[in-house]
């Protein structure tokens, strides 16, 4: 997974970045498929886990937490955010872990982080050697052959006086298992205006390929990108959260 240099210099402002995400509705959500289909343990590990908001709430929900990062300057966040949860820096494209989870989560798209089919692979075998049997990996992705070239996503935040504006969006050429996710930041104060731009190399492949992908180690099971309610995956939308049981 490559080191995004652009979340470690500006780690200090992800939160604003995701001001607009439902951390609580989306960690509720996947706490209840964790009673649904997992082993009713609690131990959790979340991979990416950036800044900790995730963790924050499954603590609240009574869960023993661990972290995974790349990036040092977020997990200092983290720590800051969640004390009672143990954060580790590494590549979530090969970790090992000591003990063994009930429960493990990759949000915000972040399993395509892997960069490419070889890295998603270790991705999955390293999280299904973390789980306890009958535990569970969830995490959000999006299929290559649904992304729109022409959508962004922006919202726009005031701190300190300042105004944060961001930007993001998929890019797929339409060929092979690259996509981009393209970020747009200006933070813009009474005098200047400063702008960062990246593009960060992401997976890219279909729910069908990356079933295949998941079905040696996991049973499979495919929801709607919705976190106020549970639904299966109606085969259409290019969006969908991925609940695998281990084997």
């Not at 997992?38 to 023993?64: E, M, R, S, V």
């Not at 720590?79 to 493990?104: H, I, S, W």
Request: glycine content about 6%; some cysteine.
């Amino acid at each position: 997974m490559p080191h995004n240099a652009l979340y470690t210099d500006l780690s200090g402002y992800y939160d604003l970045m995701c001001a607009d995400i439902n951390y609580q509705s989306q960690s509720d959500n996947i706490h209840r498929l964790h009673q649904i289909f997992g082993n009713g343990g609690t131990k959790h590990l979340d991979l990416a886990c950036g800044t900790g908001p995730h963790i924050h709430h499954f603590i609240k929900a009574g869960y023993q937490c661990h972290g995974l990062d790349i990036n040092q300057p977020m997990l200092d966040i983290a720590n800051q955010r969640c004390p009672e949860a143990t954060f580790e820096q590494g590549n979530m494209c090969a970790f090992k872990t000591e003990q063994q989870y009930d429960l493990v989560t990759c949000f915000l798209y972040s399993i395509h982080y892997c960069g490419d089919i070889e890295n998603l692979i270790s991705c999955i075998e390293s999280a299904h050697k973390a789980l306890k049997t009958g535990g569970i990996l969830c995490f959000n992705s999006v299929d290559k052959s649904h992304i729109n070239n022409t959508l962004t996503a922006k919202h726009s935040v005031l701190h300190d006086n300042n105004e944060f504006s961001f930007c993001s969006s998929w890019f797929y050429s339409g060929e092979g298992e690259k996509q981009t996710l393209r970020l747009n930041i200006e933070k813009k104060t009474t005098e200047t205006t400063h702008k960062w731009t990246d593009e960060h190399p992401m997976v890219a492949l279909n729910f069908v390929e990356l079933r295949e992908l998941l079905a040696p180690h996991f049973d499979v099971h495919i929801f709607e990108h919705e976190y106020d309610k549970i639904m299966a995956w109606d085969k259409m939308s290019g969006n969908a959260i991925f609940v695998c049981v281990k084997k």
